[in-house]
């Protein structure tokens, strides 16, 4: 018996590889180069790396039709709507890595209390010199005065990039837990690795791992019914035998547990627990990071499962999604205009644009597509820009403070950081004129097109609510 030979068209996939190469290049970094010069190394070859993905993306994109390929013995498919969440990816990774690599002037743990020190670089100033160091340890104490830096950051993050590529390119099942598993790993260690409130962000990792690990269970399970229900894994399969059989309850069991997953990955209601914490204890370039990119990788890989798989289960699947996105706009923006902390406040906004994006999926046409997508691109530069603004905001000890209260009188001390903020926060809550205006139009609009039209109106008072 022959075997056939795997058809791997490695022209497809070289925005994935260069990713993920880069980050084995980095990890031999860490391992071979002299600590002075691993931090510009590592950012450099960072920051070539996904330029050049994301050039070879567009090269990608033009050579291919416009129905896409299938590649890896169609274990992955790249057509143009991959490759557009891949460019999105790629671009929010670029602005993090600048964002991550941040190193300001701030005054050496050593100063004499009469004020006599000299300013010296704190290294990657969001992030914690040493992350094995117990908090508040002579060890910690040292390494800050070392002026050391986590330069191991920069592989860990291609390593997580390089997974939320594969995602939305997945076109089995087995390969989507694959990529989700390594897209979510990175996260959960850079989650812990921040340099001032040390135990809040060692939390918010532990919450993030064991809640992320339950859901990770939850999506292995709905896989392995549905390759019971189905004898398949490759999404194509299971559509088409979901259409010739009649019995789907094992299949509907499995679609459920397969969602639990990636609905937590978006953070939909009730899947949402873990995003205020876990977005107010990590590092701030990396819950801007997090926010955005994962968001574009999940909803794309929901978007192929939805439209891909399960087309012959949309009376089933529509009812659900439609009280999810209901729950999802109502909790989030709620709970948001209530927050004293500017993190967890955009943590719940963030909850309540993924009920706004799933009305876009629930559309169930070209349209809704289409807004959706867009929708994406839009939130995606709004969350790194605004958290970006949160990085900037210090008190007088030069830490990160996002409490409400610190920021009274922000217009007046920095004008132009309150403006950049202000247009943010009013591209989030959709005012006309920005860009959150017109995503919101679109996937309304769509919505309303796919007969969605109560679940505009929801929408519509929610984004209300939240101007």
């Known amino acids: 018996m022959t075997l056939p030979t795997p058809s791997i068209e490695y022209f497809l996939l070289c925005p ?11 990890v031999l970094a860490e391992a071979f180069l002299p600590r002075r010069i691993r931090y510009g190394a590592q950012v450099t070859l960072a920051l070539a790396g996904l330029v050049a ?4 993306t567009v090269e990608v994109a033009e050579s291919i039709p416009a129905s896409g390929r299938a590649t890896v013995l169609g274990a992955m498919a790249v057509d143009r709507t991959t490759l557009y969440l891949q460019g999105t990816v ?9 964002f991550i690599a941040e190193r300001t002037q701030a005054k050496a743990e050593s100063k004499v209390a009469a004020g006599v020190g000299v300013a010296r670089p704190a290294g990657l100033d969001s992030f914690t010199p040493q992350a094995s160091a117990i908090p ?4 910690e104490r040292d390494a800050e005065r070392a002026g050391a830096a986590q330069t191991e950051l920069f592989p860990l993050l291609m390593l997580s990039v390089g997974g939320m590529m594969v995602f939305p390119a997945s076109n089995d099942l087995l390969t989507m837990f694959v990529a989700l598993e390594v897209l979510s790993l990175p996260l959960y260690l850079m989650c812990g690795l921040a ?15 064991l809640l992320g690990a339950f859901s990770s269970a939850f999506f292995l399970y709905g896989v392995a019914l549905l390759y019971g229900a189905t004898g398949t894994l490759l999404l194509t399969g299971i559509r088409d035998a979901l259409a010739a059989h009649g019995d789907t309850s094992m299949a509907l069991v499995g679609v459920a547990l397969l969602a639990v997953g990636l609905l937590f990955k978006v953070g939909a209601v009730p899947f949402h627990s873990w995003i205020p914490d876990v977005y107010q204890g990590a590092p701030t370039p990396i819950t801007g990071f997090m926010a955005a990119a994962t968001k574009v990788s999940a909803f794309g890989a929901l978007l192929r499962v939805v439209y891909v798989a399960l087309p012959p289960l949309h009376d089933q699947w529509r009812p659900v999604l439609w009280t999810i996105s209901i729950l999802t706009m109502a909790v989030g923006t709620i709970t948001a205009v209530n927050q004293t902390d500017v993190k967890r406040m955009l943590a719940y906004s963030s909850v309540a644009h993924v009920g706004f994006i799933l009305t876009g999926v629930i559309a169930d046409n070209q349209a809704g597509l289409s807004s959706t997508l867009f929708y994406l691109l839009a939130y995606s530069f709004s969350t790194v820009g605004a958290f970006a603004i949160v990085g900037l905001i210090r008190d007088a000890d030069g830490v990160e403070d996002a409490t409400l209260a610190h920021w009274a009188g922000l217009g007046q001390r920095s004008p132009i950081v309150g403006v ?10 959709g005012i006309p004129l920005t860009s959150g205006f017109v995503s919101k139009l679109a996937v309304f609009k769509a919505a309303a097109q796919g007969g969605a039209a109560p679940l505009v109106i929801v929408g519509v008072v929610a984004s209300g609510i939240a101007a």
Do not use: N, P
């Not at 340099?195 to 791992?209: N, P, T, V």
């Not at 950049?420 to 809550?429: C, G, H, I, P, R």
């Open 16 to 26: 994935t590889l260069i990713v993920f190469g880069v980050a084995v290049v980095g």
């Open 136 to 139: 508040g340890s002579d060890a």
């Open 195 to 209: 340099r001032h409130r040390r135990l809040l962000s060692q939390e918010a990792a532990m919450k993030y791992f």
């Open 420 to 429: 950049m903020f202000s247009m943010f926060l009013l591209a989030f809550a």
């Open 53 to 56: 993905a994301f050039l070879a």
């Open 90 to 98: 790629l671009l929010v990774a670029v602005l993090a890595v600048i």
